[in-house]
């Protein structure tokens, strides 16, 4: 935990359905969850993995909260059904929206996630967007 109280944390956002809207509609509740201080990289297209189904725009944010793990996780989830994501759906290839928690206070989660060539892409491309890089 920081010294003010709140927790760091970095997400992947992820949609191959409606992908654009999601997007965007995650980055509103994001906002209105984790307030004006989250940073979000540039949207990258990137192929499926694991999945048949159309491309995907995947998302980096970075932010901070006071919100427990569990809590937070659960807010995610949340998000996520409201724009229609199911497991059915998943089964199909469909994501509507897919937001993972990368870390939290120095936890690394989701540890494959972290050697696909798009999550290292997008690392990169929020680094530049924190140093006024485009």
Known sequence: MTPTGTHSLLLCIGSNTNASDNISRAETCLHALLGHSIRFSPVLQTPP?????????????EASCSLPYPVLNDELKKMERLCGNSSQKRKQGIVELDIDILWYDGKRYHEKDWNRPYVKTLLELLDSVSRGER
């Open 49 to 61: 993995i694991g999945i048949d189904g159309p491309c995907f725009l995947n998302q980096m944010a």
